[in-house]
């Protein structure tokens, strides 16, 4: 059975970021020039050995820091 209101999307990247003060990989796709995070996964830093995964963590979590409630991804300053 199909939902109505369901979309198909193609993910176009993920990275990491803060969602909630924990460490998480973020998916998400864009759409005319407006990105939707469509999922998010909770990680531990400890899975990432090599430099280069520790390098875009330390990237990430500074760039990106979101709140996720009900469904509702919020984007802090």
């Known amino acids: ?9 193609k993910i176009n990247g993920w990275c990491f970021a803060l969602v909630n003060g924990k460490l998480c990989e973020i998916h998400f ?6 990105s939707e995070i469509l999922a998010h996964a909770y990680v531990k830093r400890e899975e990432y050995k ?3 995964g520790q390098k875009m963590i330390d990237d990430g979590i ?6 996720w409630r009900k469904g509702v991804y919020k984007q802090l300053k």
Do not use: P
């Not at 500074?62 to 709140?67: A, I, R, S, V």
């Open 1 to 9: 059975m199909k939902e109505k209101n369901s979309k198909i999307y």
């Open 29 to 34: 796709a864009t759409k005319n020039g407006k």
């Open 50 to 52: 090599m430099k280069i």
């Open 62 to 67: 500074k760039k990106y820091h979101f709140t």
